[in-house]
Structure formats: C-alpha cells, structure tokens
C-alpha cells in the first residue's frame, strides 16, 4: 500500500509498505478517505516539531471506513464510518489517574511519535476509533479531530453562556474553538492580521471582528467591554508577544488558555496575574472530547461551512504541501483524498 513519510526534515515522499493486519483481538483495520493536513504535519515537514521522530508517516486527521474487525470489537462494526483518535496512553501515570491522559507520561500521538493515517490502511485499537454516521460526507467528519482541539480549549478555559472570549488567531484552529466557544453560548471576539480570514470568522459566528493591524486590541478589547477585559482569552495565535496581550486583556477572575509550542520567552509581569487573580492553562490535544464532537457533527451543529478549501489526491501530496507552504493567504485547510 502507499504511505506519505517524511524521512528527515525538507524531503516528502510516497512510499510503498505492507498493509498492517488485525493483531489483537481489539484491533480495527480502517480504509482511509480523507485526511487533513495540519500546521503541525507541515513543521514536522520542516523539521520545527519538537515532539517528532523521523522517519515518519503523517496525519492524525483521519476519517475513513472500517474493514475489518478484531474477535473481542464490540462497539464498531465492519462497514463503519468512522474518525481516528490520536492518542494513545499508559492510564497508569498521575495525569492519566487525573483523568488528563493527553498528557500522559508515555503520551505517543498518531502521526507525531508513530506512523499516523496518511496512508491507504490503518489498524488501532479499538479505543481510538469512534463510529460517526454515514449520511455525513466524508468532508464533514475529516475535521472531528481539529474540532476536539478547540472542544478542550473551551473546556480549559470553562467557557460558559454569556462569558466573553478573546479568541486570538483565525487560522484552522481558531475556528474551530469559535465553533465551539459559540455552541457553549459566548460573546466572541477574534483577532487576525488577514481581513479574510476575520470576515470569515464573521461569518462562522463571531461578534467581534478586531484586525491587529489596524487597531490596537487592548484598547478595543476594553471598549467592548466597558474597561472589565475579556472573561476568558485563548491564544491561537502562540507567539510570546500575544501571551503577553493576554495577561494584559483578560478580566478579574479570567483565565488564559495558551495553546503553543514557541520555546521563546515572554515578558509577562507578575502583578496582573495576582492583582487579577488570572487562572494560565496550557491545552493540548484533547481529553475525552470526541463524544461530544461527534454528537454535534450527528446532529448537523458543526459543518465546516467553507473550513475547507482544498482538496488533493495522494499521488499530489507535494503539490499539496508547497502549496499550503506558499499561499497561507487561500488556504483554510487542505485534506487529501484517498480512493
């Protein structure tokens, strides 16, 4: 079968390796038909994933149809729409008896640690393939996994009906947590520095639109406000300068809920933290949140609704790739298609 790899850092290739088989009696062989390419595909491409071990195949958003069926399987069929989750975890460690095994310890993530979906057949077990129902097209469920990325953003910062939140950033992902921050009832203002980008998060729900080039957000911020701040801010933007903005905006009482991975250090007082008795969350991957989003996509309450731009075929999968690298500007997400 073919596979997309990434041997080392710069060099993408098509390569051909044998279908995995059903092993354990709780393994899922899984026909891959869509999968998403995220910005961390394209730093594992780079060479700028730090949590990435070469060679390795990419992709963690995945949908696809079942195949085949360990003997003890009980909650998927043969047939079976379904979406990959990416990680994989001891249950054993603190953060797993803590209910956060995104964290775990032992943490290996599709795509990241080991060879992921971008390719013809997969096999997991069980616990990592959830069912999704087949009236929904395939470009609807390839995005499940980057909606549970924004679920547990939410979740982290507990955002509730009639918080206001600062989503800053209208890439892929800050969509999706807009999605989700809007579905748990939100007032939600979102920054960028593309005017596309921001009517697009207009148009997806977004009562403030504020483009960072144009005006400065802390002042806005406490306009819309009434000079109380923003209840919650999560950053998907992930540079230490807007790290440092959020401390700055958020509320009394608010939280911020940081999503990077940038080692580089911010400047970031210790007054407005205490004076305002701030609550700082990382987010990472997401912590039982599939259900959720699987529900809302069964019930029509989250559509990609243009999220999606482009689509490629495998044997296109450098086209795909250069031309995400080179055209930020029209690329929402990119997926690849396999037959």
Known sequence: MKAVQVPEAHKLVIIEKECPKIKDSFDVQVKVKRVGICGSDMHIFHGTNPLATYPRVVGHEVAGEVMAIGDSVKTIQVGDHVVIEPILFCGKCYACRKGRQ???????VFG??????????VVLPECQV???SKDLDWDEIVLAEPYTIGAQAVWRGKVEAG???????????????????????????????DEKRLQFAKENGADYILNAGNVSIEDEVMRITEDEGVNVVIDAVCLPSTFELGIQVASPAG????????????????????KKELTVVGSRLQTNQFEKIITLLNEGKLTHNGLI???????????????????????????????
Do not use: W
């Open 102 to 108: 995104n964290v775990c310890k032992h943490l290996s």
């Open 112 to 121: 990241v640690h080991e060879d992921g979906g971008m390719q013809e057949v």
């Open 130 to 132: 959830h069912q999704v």
């Open 163 to 193: 918080d206001t939140v600062l989503i800053q950033g209208c890439g892929p992902i800050g969509i999706c947590i807009l999605k989700l921050a809007k579905i748990a009832g939100a007032i939600v203002m979102m920054t960028d520095l």
């Open 255 to 274: 939280t911020v809920v940081v999503l990077g991975f940038d080692e580089r250090p911010s400047s970031v007082s210790q007054l407005p933290i205490t």
């Open 309 to 339: 731009t482009h689509k490629f075929n495998l044997a296109d999968v450098q086209e795909a790739f250069d031309f995400i690298e080179k055209n930020p500007d029209q690329v929402r997400k990119a997926c690849i298609i396999f037959d």
